[in-house]
């Protein structure tokens, strides 16, 4: 009894183990995409023609949306290694290529010293990126979901959320910090190039702590032939479960990353307000969102995954008008206005991971999730910095931008009423 008891508790990772090893690395990965959105302005003005401006920012913004193009990618690629050869082998790669997209940033020459090649060589990097966090989210996903006890699923998952924006946060004072203590001179000659060069080296030291974790009961009490058998016909057999993925993620993705990543930005460059101040504001909105995610994860818990949904949905489209019109010129009103947003994001934010993980079978759960959900974000999550950039500076319509969030928002809404009730689901099959 004694030497089977010990080989158990040697043979399956704690807790802490697997919150770190799955964690750290979803952590890096969101702070590779939202220093993109923070330094935005520097890498336009380094990497790109100096000669209109406006131009260089909406091209910096354009590469942000290519990036997601090889999303969808990533998605098969990185979830055909998760279902077929292990949740861990797919996490660990995913990072390893998201460190050597941040490497290249961080190092690409100059505009001025090469020509468009630095522009190609940001276009490369942010499409191996793209690639790397088209893997990333649903072999995370499927990893924590599987290792958690089924009755505390949905608070496990809002590791994948709370690690992201921990990623999001630092990367966040990261920026503060170098604008306070950093020249414009220095932010345009170097400085903008050091979180890109730490985020590289964080991608290495997660790739370390993802290859000791073990792999999921889940995964491994398949049979060879569950693991060997055909993606495309699993895929077509449940083509109900990713448009399911799809209208869940769709108001989620525009509204958070209209919220969540490039508020601050589009308060700079749009709004005028202090850059400093603006980033300021989102460190306490993100702080606020950190905080109201394991309370939706445990609230889902308890009363079901679908009213958690909805609640997220419709407060966040009820919300984002009201928002938005606070939001004028001051740095305080973007952190009232991002922390009420994040709240009601934080609602589907939470749960999601579970939700699309309870929705397919192991054998094409990585998979299943990871292409419809990259389509997804590609199309809409990718475009929506651009589309509100262009209405907003370009045509002079940014309550249209507006609108088209919302909409969408309420296509998530009716979503949920298609899908069943997974609360506690056995993952085991």
Same mark, same amino acid.
């Given at each position: 009894?004694?030497?089977?008891?010990?080989?158990?508790?040697?043979?399956?990772? $704690?807790?802490?183990?697997?919150?770190?090893?799955? !964690?750290?690395?979803?952590?890096?990965?969101?702070?590779? *995409?939202?220093?993109?959105?923070?330094?935005? %302005?520097?890498?336009?003005?380094?990497?790109?023609?100096?000669?209109?401006?406006?131009?260089?920012?909406?091209?910096?913004?354009?590469?942000?949306?290519?990036?997601?193009?090889?999303?969808?990618?990533?998605?098969?690629?990185?979830?055909?290694? !998760?279902?077929?050869? !292990?949740?861990?082998?797919?996490?660990?790669?995913?990072?390893?290529?998201?460190?050597?997209?941040?490497?290249?940033?961080?190092?690409?020459?100059?505009?001025?010293?090469?020509?468009?090649?630095?522009?190609?060589?940001?276009?490369?990097?942010?499409?191996?990126?793209?690639?790397?966090?088209?893997?990333?989210? %649903?072999?995370?996903?499927?990893?924590?979901?599987?290792?958690?006890?089924?009755?505390?699923?949905?608070? *496990?998952? &809002?590791?994948?959320?709370?690690?992201?924006?921990?990623?999001?946060?630092?990367?966040?004072?990261?920026?503060?910090?170098?604008?306070?203590?950093?020249? &414009?001179?220095?932010? /345009?000659?170097?400085? *903008?190039?050091?979180?890109?060069?730490?985020?590289?080296?964080?991608?290495?030291?997660?790739?370390?702590?993802?290859?000791?974790?073990?792999?999921?009961?889940?995964?491994?009490?398949?049979?060879?032939?569950?693991?060997?058998? %055909?993606?495309?016909?699993?895929?077509?057999?449940?083509?109900?479960?990713?448009?399911?993925?799809?209208?869940?993620?769709?108001?989620?993705?525009?509204?958070?990353?209209?919220?969540?990543?490039?508020?601050?930005?589009?308060?700079?460059?749009?709004?005028?307000?202090?850059?400093?101040?603006?980033?300021?504001?989102?460190?306490?909105?993100?702080?606020?969102?950190?905080?109201?995610?394991?309370? #939706?994860?445990?609230?889902?818990?308890?009363?079901?995954?679908?009213?958690?949904?909805? $609640?997220?949905?419709?407060?966040?489209?009820?919300?984002?008008?009201?928002?938005? #019109?606070?939001?004028?010129?001051?740095?305080?009103?973007?952190?009232?206005?991002? $922390?009420?947003?994040?709240?009601?994001?934080?609602?589907?934010?939470?749960?999601?991971?579970?939700?699309?993980?309870?929705?397919?079978?192991?054998?094409?759960?990585?998979?299943?999730?990871?292409?419809?959900?990259?389509?997804?974000?590609?199309?809409?999550?990718?475009?929506?910095?651009?589309?509100?950039?262009?209405?907003?500076?370009?045509? !002079?319509?940014?309550?249209?931008? /507006?609108?088209?969030?919302?909409?969408?928002?309420?296509?998530?809404?009716?979503?949920?009423?298609?899908?069943?009730?997974?609360?506690?689901?056995?993952?085991?099959?």
């Amino acid at each position: 009894m004694s030497m089977a008891v010990t080989k158990q508790q040697t043979g399956r990772p $704690s807790t802490a183990k697997t919150i770190v090893g799955t !964690g750290i690395g979803n952590a890096v990965e969101w702070y590779d *995409w939202a220093i993109y959105a923070t330094f935005t %302005p520097f890498i336009a003005s380094q990497l790109f023609s100096k000669a209109d401006p406006a131009s260089a920012v909406l091209s910096t913004l354009a590469i942000f949306a290519v990036g997601f193009v090889a999303r969808p990618f990533g998605g098969f690629l990185f979830g055909w290694i !998760g279902d077929r050869v !292990g949740r861990k082998t797919s996490m660990t790669l995913a990072v390893g290529l998201a460190s050597l997209g941040s490497l290249m940033i961080g190092i690409a020459p100059t505009f001025a010293s090469v020509g468009a090649w630095a522009s190609l060589m940001l276009l490369v990097a942010r499409l191996i990126q793209g690639l790397a966090h088209g893997g990333e989210l %649903p072999s995370s996903q499927t990893y924590l979901s599987e290792m958690a006890p089924k009755e505390h699923r949905g608070f *496990w998952a &809002t590791l994948i959320y709370t690690s992201g924006t921990v990623g999001i946060l630092f990367g966040t004072l990261l920026g503060a910090v170098l604008n306070m203590t950093l020249s &414009t001179e220095a932010m /345009n000659a170097w400085g *903008w190039r050091i979180p890109f060069l730490l985020g590289a080296a964080m991608g290495l030291y997660a790739l370390i702590m993802r290859s000791k974790l073990h792999e999921t009961d889940a995964f491994e009490g398949e049979s060879q032939a569950q693991k060997r058998a %055909p993606i495309w016909p699993q895929i077509v057999r449940h083509r109900k479960q990713a448009l399911q993925v799809i209208g869940l993620t769709v108001g989620l993705t525009v509204i958070y990353y209209v919220w969540g990543v490039v508020a601050p930005s589009y308060a700079t460059t749009t709004l005028k307000i202090d850059r400093g101040e603006a980033l300021w504001a989102a460190v306490i909105a993100n702080i606020v969102f950190i905080a109201a995610l394991p309370f #939706w994860g445990k609230l889902s818990d308890r009363i079901g995954r679908k009213k958690v949904l909805w $609640s997220g949905a419709v407060g966040s489209g009820l919300m984002h008008f009201p928002m938005t #019109w606070l939001l004028k010129d001051s740095a305080w009103q973007l952190a009232v206005a991002m $922390s009420v947003m994040l709240i009601f994001i934080a609602a589907s934010a939470a749960i999601v991971p579970a939700v699309y993980a309870e929705l397919f079978p192991t054998s094409i759960r990585t998979v299943g999730v990871g292409v419809p959900y990259s389509i997804c974000v590609a199309l809409f999550g990718g475009t929506a910095p651009y589309l509100q950039q262009w209405l907003g500076t370009s045509m !002079g319509m940014p309550q249209l931008f /507006n609108v088209y969030a919302v909409v969408l928002l309420a296509i998530s809404a009716v979503f949920v009423f298609t899908i069943p009730e997974t609360k506690g689901k056995d993952l085991t099959h």
